[in-house]
């Protein structure tokens, strides 16, 4: 079975500092891949970043990065630049082996992530 | 980019009603559809898996009589929670994607049930 582990329950950071979110996994699947969503208080879950298990290099998105230490089994997002804005839950999830041209997503606890001034 | 709207955003209604939940995506074909629920400070836990002409698939511990799902074409799919109980408010949300690796989510719907 799958299994994602955050172990932030919540994080504090200042505007404009760089910020790094943890995320673990656990599968027995040589295919896999990671997704990284945000959570603001209106609920929506925001698509963020995807890291592949094949990727070569890790995943960026703007001032997104995905840091993918596969021995480790860690996908940690590091935030640059941090604004007011990004204050939300973030989840770290991983995806089933495809079944056809879908797969179901397993998510982590998440992280709550408070920029301050 | 893709887009998945859902509809209504929120529902109060009575004990022993059935409240529809639909779920579209706007600018690609969805045969797989997921429908996932929140309770509040708490992750996503997926109830079942959507399927364009076919059954749903329910993940263990959720009624399927309960929560009934109907994927009646490429870019609706729809949840229908029957004889909603207090027990049954929660935030609803679903889930579609062009391909495996791209999901996206809707605005989800959070149902209270008096």
């Known amino acids: 079975a799958q299994k994602i582990t955050q172990t932030q329950p919540g994080m504090f950071v200042q505007e404009k500092e760089a910020v790094t979110l943890d995320c673990t996994y656990d599968t027995s699947d040589p295919s896999y891949g990671l997704f990284w969503y945000k959570q603001p208080s209106s609920g929506e879950m925001i698509f963020l970043i995807y890291?592949?298990?094949?990727?070569?290099q890790n995943a960026t998105e703007g001032r997104y990065s995905l840091n993918f230490q596969k021995a480790r089994k860690s996908a940690n997002l590091v935030i640059s630049a941090s604004q007011l804005g990004d204050s939300a839950m973030y989840f770290c999830a991983m995806r089933d082996p495809p079944a056809g041209t879908a797969s179901k997503l397993t998510f982590g606890t998440g992280t709550r992530l408070q920029v301050t001034l | 980019g893709a887009v998945v709207s859902q509809h209504p955003s929120r529902v109060i209604c009575k004990s022993g009603t059935s409240v529809k939940i639909e779920c579209r995506s706007l600018?690609?074909?969805?045969?797989?559809m997921f429908w996932y629920r929140q309770f509040p400070k708490q992750s996503l836990m997926l109830m079942a898996t959507?399927?364009?002409?076919?059954?749903?698939?329910?993940e263990q511990g959720v009624e399927k009589d309960k929560f009934l799902i109907n994927h009646a074409s490429l870019t609706l799919s729809t949840l229908t929670v029957t004889s909603a109980h207090p027990e049954d408010s929660s935030f609803y949300i679903c889930?579609?994607?062009?391909?495996?690796?791209?999901?996206?989510f809707g605005p989800g719907t959070r149902l209270t049930v008096l």
């Open positions: 890291q592949g298990s094949y990727d070569q």
């Open positions: 600018d690609f074909q969805a045969t797989t």
């Open positions: 889930s579609a994607g062009p391909g495996f690796n791209t999901q996206y």
């Open positions: 959507s399927n364009e002409g076919s059954k749903a698939t329910y």
